[in-house]
């Protein structure tokens, strides 16, 4: 059975702060409450392939025992990536078909009156 009316967009419930270097002060940022799950997830994904090309690059100029730590990390981001991509993959599919949804009941609606 199909929902009339899809589930509201998942948003953050709550404020995560970050940026305090180890305690040494208050966090200078943080992540709002209110914030969509996909524009959370896409900023993520931003964030992801920066990190992932700034680690790509550094194992260029590192010797050989660093750059096997920061392959290590590569892979990690990599792993990162893949999910926050399929995750946002899932986000924009139930969007779609949530707006799909939508245009139908109008449709219908538009018909009977």
Sequence with gaps: MTKPVPDPPLTTQTSTTFGSCNGSHDP?????????????????????????????????????????????????LEMSLALVEALLDEVEARSATAALLRRSLQAGQSAVG
């Design 28 to 76: 200078l940022f943080a992540v709002r409450a209110g914030v969509s799950s996909e524009d959370a997830l896409i900023h993520t994904s931003i964030l992801l392939k920066s990190a992932y090309q700034t680690n790509a690059h550094a194992c260029e100029l590192v010797d050989a025992e660093v750059r096997g730590l920061l392959w290590a990390t590569e892979q990690s």
